[in-house]
Each structure stands twice: as C-alpha cells, then as structure tokens.
C-alpha cells in the first residue's frame, strides 16, 4: 500500500541518491581537471604538495570535529568518531608534515597565502555547522583525497622523495572513510530532510574551489 510516509521516505531516498552521484561526480571532474603530474615544473610539484599540506594538516581534523558537533543522527556520530579517533590515535598530520618534508614541500607564508581567502570561505561554512552539507563535503573530501593520493606520491617521487606512508595508508583507509560518510549521510537526511531551497552541495562547491587553487592558485582567482 502506498502511504504518505512511504511516499516520502521515497523521495528522501531519490534526494539521498542524487547527492551521492552528485558528489561522486565532482570527485570524478575534478581528478580530470587535474594537470598531467609529468607535465607540471619542479615549483608547481613543491607548491601543490606545500599547499595541500597547509590546507589538510591543520584543518581536516577541525572540519571533521564540526562535522561530529553538526549532525544528530547515532550512526553519523559513531561513524565520524570512528573516522576522528583513527586520525588522533595514528597522528595523520604527523604522516602529512613527514610527507611534506621528505619531499622539500614544507609550507611558506606565500603557500598559506595563496590558499587564504578559499581556506576562510570553507572554515565559515562549516561554522554554521549545517549537518548533512558537512557531510556532503567531508565524503567528497574523503573520496577525492583517496583518488587523489597516487597523484601526489607521484610529485613527491619527482621531488626526490622516497617517504610515502601518508599517501599509502590515505589511498587505502579513504575508501572505507568514504563509503561510511556516505552512510553517514544517508543517517542525517533520513533524520533531518533537506529544505527544497537549501544548496546541499554549497560546501562541496566551496572545496572543490579551495582544492583548484591548491593546485593551480592562479585558476579560481577572477
Ligand atoms: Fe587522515
């Protein structure tokens, strides 16, 4: 029988799909947006690890952490506890600074820079803590940083660098990261459903941008 509740909970099913495709989607653009890493000069290779290690190392466990006080469904909280307790315990921004360093990429104030009006515009989104755009955004980050970790052991080895824990144990643990964000995902809309003129992918677009400028500074500017 088809009953109202059925009929919604329907419809939050279709939206739910809609915005994993949509995510997945602009993972997927994005990894082919990205210079060939044989073609980029020895200062972009620097410069793109240096800026990736100033947006990630200080900021991913702060975004993750405003994820966890957004949301309010127990499969989310549980979910990105899990995913906080593994970067605390392990220290992930240990790894990162190493990887930085082993590959002559540590961050300059020109690196902090360069990715300074991007990086505010995404710590202003997640401090108004809007649950299920959080999460939209942290499982497109989890699922690009996954993709995107052959790519940047491919400069650091142009660098000259032979340490590659970080991109190792990132290109591994994001795919379970990635699949329980979007559990976690699917938790909070069932939870709390999406007004109709709310943007869900307003961070995903915020950090799709911050992550252009971390590789090309010049390619978001207008
Ligand atoms: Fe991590």
Redesign the pocket.
């Given at each position: 029988m088809t009953t109202v509740s059925s009929i919604t909970e329907n419809a939050s099913q279709a939206l739910e799909t809609a915005v994993q495709q949509d995510v997945e989607r602009a993972i997927e653009d994005l990894m082919a947006w990205l210079p060939d890493s044989k073609e980029v000069s020895s200062d972009q290779r620097r410069g793109i690890i240096a800026r990736y290690s100033a947006v990630?190392e200080g900021n991913?466990?702060y975004w993750m952490t405003g994820a966890y006080l957004a949301v309010s469904s127990e499969e989310s909280r549980s979910i990105i506890i899990e995913?906080l307790h593994?970067?605390v315990r392990?220290s992930?921004?240990r790894?990162?600074r190493e990887f930085a360093l082993a590959a002559h990429a540590i961050p300059t104030d020109h690196d902090a820079i360069a990715v300074h009006r991007d990086l505010t515009n995404v710590r202003l989104f997640v401090g108004r803590l809007s649950g299920v755009q959080i999460l939209a955004m942290m499982a497109f980050f989890e699922g690009f940083?996954q993709k995107f970790m052959a790519y940047l052991a491919d400069l650091a080895a142009a660098q000259g660098s032979a340490e590659f824990v970080?991109t190792d144990?990132?290109g591994v643990?994001?795919v379970a990261?990635t699949a329980g964000l979007f559990r976690a995902l699917g938790a909070e809309m069932a939870l709390n459903p999406a007004e109709p003129e709310e943007n869900l992918l307003e961070g995903v677009n915020l950090l799709r941008t911050l992550i252009q400028t971390i590789v090309e500074p010049d390619s978001t500017q207008r």
């Open positions: 990630l991913f466990i995913n593994e970067e392990d992930h921004p790894m990162l940083i970080y144990v990132h643990c994001d990261h």
